[in-house]
């Protein structure tokens, strides 16, 4: 349980980090899916179509993520709490 206000942004960024990284990788999942669809498929208009949808919408998902990461850096860092990382995946140890 949150001491204290720090402890509370503390726990709060230790959720967010994880759920960033999770968010970012399914983006550029979607992005890949859209970049297979647009290129193997470029002789159906449809599916060229489909997979152009998927890449913006990819991109557009990447451009959050990543805003979200950067202004709760700036956030973070501003107000004085000097230990915020880049979002990483789990290692076992």
């Not at 204290?4 to 994880?18: A, K, Q």
């Not at 990819?58 to 230990?83: H, K, P, Q, T």
């Amino acid at each position: 349980m949150p001491q204290n206000f720090t402890d509370l942004v503390r726990l709060f960024i230790d959720l967010i980090n994880p759920l960033i990284t999770i968010l970012v990788a399914l983006a550029l999942l979607v992005f890949f899916k859209g970049l297979v669809g647009f290129i193997a498929k470029s002789g159906d208009a449809k599916t060229h179509a489909e997979g152009r949808s998927l890449m913006i919408w990819g991109l557009i998902g990447l451009f959050v993520m990543v805003s979200i990461f950067g202004i709760l850096r700036f956030a973070f860092n501003e107000f004085g709490f000097r230990n915020f990382a880049v979002p990483t995946l789990p290692v076992n140890k």
